[in-house]
């Protein structure tokens, strides 16, 4: 993990440190399964940690002392990606907008819903150049 990314996380409550960090194995542990992702560099974009590749949209991932009881997986909202999670998981995940997932802190996270999301977003562009 890059010092700057790591600094990043070391500076948010523990609580909602240990929910993004389960996101940011999440996300990694999809990258693995999906070679057409190619590397994911781990990176700050707005000042938290993000996820990018060359073959999907970048990952953002954050919390907020203006909702410190939730953190959040953000997506660039030029991407159709919320709506195509909406037809998926809109009973099963909180879809805010056209870019984010909110998720409570100290809630298990949906696993399943979440990989299908993050394997959604690591292959975007490349899903939305077979079109």
């Keep these: 993990m890059p010092a700057a990314v790591k600094a990043v996380y070391n500076r948010y409550p523990k609580p909602a440190r240990i ?11 999809t990258a693995e ?15 938290e940690p993000s996820y990018l590749n060359k ?3 970048t990952i953002r991932l954050a919390w907020s002392d203006k909702r410190p ?3 959040g997986l953000f997506v660039n909202c030029q991407t159709s990606l919320l709506d195509d999670w909406r037809e998926h998981y ?3 995940l ?3 907008g056209n870019r984010e997932i909110r998720l ?20 975007y562009k490349s899903r939305k150049d077979e079109k």
Aim: proline share 10%.
């Design 19 to 29: 929910q993004l960090l389960k996101l940011r194995d999440l996300v990694f542990e």
């Design 33 to 47: 399964t999906l070679p057409e992702t190619g590397p994911i560099t781990e990176t700050l974009k707005w000042g």
């Design 55 to 57: 073959a999907g949209t």
């Design 69 to 71: 009881d939730v953190v």
């Design 90 to 92: 809109s009973e099963t």
């Design 94 to 96: 909180d879809l805010i």
């Design 104 to 123: 409570p802190l100290g809630a298990p996270l949906p696993l399943e819903p979440l990989r299908h999301c993050i394997a959604m977003a690591l292959t």
